[in-house]
């Protein structure tokens, strides 16, 4: 299986570190959205797309990346880490889950998990979710990869 993950991680590392995560159990690569290869990319079995999450959405650098994306087929899977908890009925990632599926991915599942975030209010007091992502979500975030992977089909 060729996998490609496409990150854009800004603020402290923990997107990439989520990232990377994943890329080991899939043998994937990691690219900036401004460093990935289009014909890489329609060439993968499985890509995947994360940021962090600023102001409820997904970073603007991912998101235009994907709307520039031509129509296509494939699989996908979408990632996210974020200062605070996601609310259920507005996950984060599912606006880029939407715009996906609309250029013709087939998305076989979505991720967050909680990350150091020092945004506005929460600078004053030094941020907050320090110690995240943690070894419980780097594991967590593993297991998510290998879900992935049984769906798509093992690394050769």
């Known amino acids: 299986m060729k996998a490609v993950i496409v990150c854009a991680s800004v603020s402290h590392g ?19 959205p401004e460093e990935a290869d289009l014909a890489e990319l329609a060439g993968a079995d499985l890509a995947g797309f994360g940021s962090g999450v600023f102001y409820s959405r997904l970073h603007p650098r991912l998101t235009d990346f994907v709307k520039a994306l031509p129509a296509g087929r494939g699989r996908a899977f979408v990632f996210a880490t974020s200062g605070l908890p996601e609310i259920p009925p507005a996950p984060f990632t599912r606006p880029l889950v ?18 150091f975030d020092t945004w506005a209010p929460f600078k004053l007091v030094g941020g907050i979710n320090k110690q995240r992502p943690n070894i419980g979500d780097l ?14 089909g093992p690394v050769p």
Request: proline share 0%; charged share 25%.
């Open 14 to 32: 923990n997107t990439r570190r989520v990232a990377d995560t994943m890329a080991q159990v899939l043998g994937a690569k990691v690219v900036a």
């Open 98 to 115: 939407q715009l996906l599926e609309s250029k013709g991915f087939e998305v076989d599942g979505s991720f967050s998990c909680r990350a």
């Open 139 to 152: 594991a967590a975030a593993r297991a998510f990869a290998e879900r992935m992977q049984d769906v798509t």
